[in-house]
């Protein structure tokens, strides 16, 4: 037993050491210092956690005030298209992308050495938590994140409102989409002090709602989603005469834009909006 003892030793030693060397070259790694992110939800979080002259490029989408309430302070940087040929061009050492979209890029600036972070949609308050850490660990940005997810808590925290017996609302988009239970938009709500009327009639995620059922459904608010202009069958519901009706007692219209779409913090705009839109429901 003690010569097994004595000859273990030196190997227990070996694989310490190993580890304690493993460990000092994974710090000693230093952050990318060239990132480009092709997604709308990555360009966002990118500009609000990158270090100054990290972040070199940024998708075409997040420069559309229609979908990304930080479409002014993207003009800072390029656009990119999503190409893996125009990407391999900026020599990035790493790429940010979504969990679900362009995946030919993704799978072909993988083969070519360049490594990519894929961050999937927010789903809930959890999931920007969750996304905010996943790309601040990728940027090499882990206190700022960590300052963020603190900042974030902080504001909801003074913002939210009990939702149990508030007001019933239901924010409908072009083609009658619309948002039910598990999405971040039941959180939205709820922290708004809304009940998520297509959630309490059923509906679990995104998808259609008729109008038919809307109007049988009767929330006490619409959230009609931002028009996008031009001419479209899709929007042209949302100016039914039908849903108008429904919308006519409402003290207030607010519209669905930008800051629901994405995982950030800046959701809490959103929240603040229709927490107001919630006390004037109650005080009629």
């Given at each position: ?48 956690l990158a270090a100054p002259g990290q972040l070199i490029s940024v998708s075409m989408l997040v420069r559309d005030t229609r979908l990304s309430p930080l479409a002014q302070n993207a003009r800072a940087y390029p656009v990119n298209h999503g190409q893996a040929e125009e990407l391999f061009l900026m020599a990035p050492d790493l790429v940010l992308a979504g969990r679900y979209g362009a995946q030919a890029t993704v799978d072909m600036l993988r ?174």
């Open positions: 037993m003690r010569g097994s003892v004595g000859r273990s030793r030196p190997i227990s030693l070996f694989a310490a050491l190993a580890l304690c060397l493993a460990g000092a070259a994974a710090q000693a790694t230093p952050p990318p210092a060239r990132v480009a992110s092709i997604n709308l939800c990555t360009d966002q979080l990118a500009m609000m083969r070519l050495g360049i490594a990519v972070v894929q961050v999937a949609p927010a789903r809930s308050f959890d999931d920007i938590r969750a996304n905010i850490r996943t790309v601040g660990t990728a940027l090499g940005r882990k206190a700022e994140a960590e300052a963020m997810i603190a900042r974030f808590d902080a504001d909801l925290a003074a913002l939210a409102r009990d939702p149990a017996t508030g007001p019933r609302a239901a924010v409908y988009a072009a083609g009658g989409y619309t948002s039910g239970r598990g999405t971040l938009i039941q959180d939205i709500l709820s922290a708004a002090g809304l009940r998520n009327a297509t959630a309490e009639a059923g509906r679990k995620g995104g998808g259609r709602v008729p109008l038919e059922l809307l109007v049988t459904i009767a929330p006490d608010l619409v959230i009609r989603a931002q028009r996008y202009g031009g001419a479209s069958r899709a929007e042209n519901m949302l100016d039914h005469p039908a849903l108008a009706a429904l919308m006519a007692d409402q003290p207030v219209h607010p519209r669905s834009d930008g800051t629901y779409i994405c995982g950030t913090p800046l959701v809490l705009r959103a929240v603040a909006e229709l927490a107001d839109a919630a006390r004037a429901l109650e005080a009629r």
